[in-house]
């Protein structure tokens, strides 16, 4: 083949975009990856389906500060409800999510935060958000799971930064 022959253009017009645009995908994932905090959920261990209600930490649903600021909130999915089904929080929190299922496949879905998450039956999943702004942000399941699965729903609950005590203990913020 002669170069710069037609021939050998026609070629390369193919030759480039298909070097070009897996190029382009992969630095589009990588800047979701490390940018947009993009990731698969880690291996956070296993726990029986049968007694995740009696195993720790989700023996004890809720949630816990475990540090000025940081949260972790330990939810059980179910047909049809997250246990708990609200959590607050105020404002610059960072709340880790150790969730689990604990009969079909479930997900969990904050929308307005950097959390999408499926729950296995038998996995913990664990997921990591900030929430900065006072407000509500809702969550749903996400993986079809029944009937009522339009029903599992629930809340986070922002509320002001809290930057003292309360001491009256009764607050919603
Ligand atoms: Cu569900």
């Not at 959590?87 to 904050?110: E, Q, W």
Request: aromatic share 8%.
């Amino acid at each position: 083949m002669n170069r710069g022959s037609p021939v050998y253009l026609y070629e390369l017009a193919w030759i480039l975009p298909s070097i070009a645009i897996p190029v382009g995908m992969l630095v589009a994932l990588i800047v979701l990856a490390y940018g947009g905090g993009v990731h698969l959920p880690g291996d956070e261990g296993r726990v029986n389906p049968t007694a995740v209600m009696a195993t720790a930490p989700f023996d004890q649903p809720g949630i816990v500060e475990v540090a000025p600021g940081r949260y972790e909130v330990r939810m059980i999915a179910g047909i049809w409800l997250f246990t708990p089904n609200e959590v607050r929080i105020p404002a610059g929190s960072t709340v880790t999510f150790v969730a689990t299922s604990r009969d079909v496949v479930h997900g969990l879905l904050i929308p307005r935060a950097n959390v999408n998450v499926m729950l296995l039956p038998g996995q913990i999943s664990r997921v990591t958000a900030r929430f900065e702004h006072p407000g509500e942000y809702p969550f749903f399941c996400h993986e079809y799971c029944g009937i009522a699965h339009h029903t599992m729903w629930g809340k986070v609950i922002v509320g002001p930064a809290s930057n003292a005590k309360h001491p009256d203990g009764d607050s919603t913020s």
